[in-house]
């Protein structure tokens, strides 16, 4: 037998407040509706619009691709300025937990391999790069972005 691991440490399961079930996919079968999972799918998979070659995710995209490139020179400046999300202020109630940093930084490290995933079946044949840092392009604490290098 040859286990592949999830992306997920599976041990963050200990730190968690109230722990309802025996691993993190258990716990989540046992924790959420199945409204809320098809948000999760959303988020995990999102819709992806490509604007006069740039590549956005559609719920961050507002329809100003004229002013964008009046502000930035370069594609991907564009994207990553449209693109980047600070993780924290996705899941409520975030800043409250003692364990906050973790939990955020394995749920940055979800998005980007599902982001990652989605964007190459989409565009095999770009070099599209999901990235996470710290205050990326102003947004606060850990962040998530996507563009076209």
């Not at 930084?105 to 710290?134: H, M, S, T």
């Amino acid at each position: 037998m040859k286990k592949y691991k999830s992306i997920i440490n599976e041990k963050i399961l200990n730190d968690f407040s109230e722990i309802q079930g025996r691993s993190l996919m258990n716990h989540v079968a046992n924790s959420y509706n199945i409204e809320t999972a098809i948000g999760f799918a959303a988020l995990f998979c999102p819709e992806i619009i490509e604007v006069d070659n740039c590549i956005f995710i559609s719920e961050f995209y507002n329809g100003n691709i004229d002013e964008l490139k009046k502000t930035y020179n370069n594609i991907r400046d564009i994207e990553m300025f449209v693109n980047s999300w600070s993780l924290q202020s996705l899941v409520k109630d975030c800043g409250s937990l003692d364990h906050s940093v973790n939990y955020i930084d394995e749920f940055a490290k979800a998005i980007q391999y599902f982001w990652q995933i989605r964007v190459n079946l989409l565009f095999p044949n770009r070099n599209v790069v999901v990235e996470i840092g710290n205050e990326i392009m102003g947004e606060e604490g850990l962040a998530v972005t996507l563009y076209q290098k």
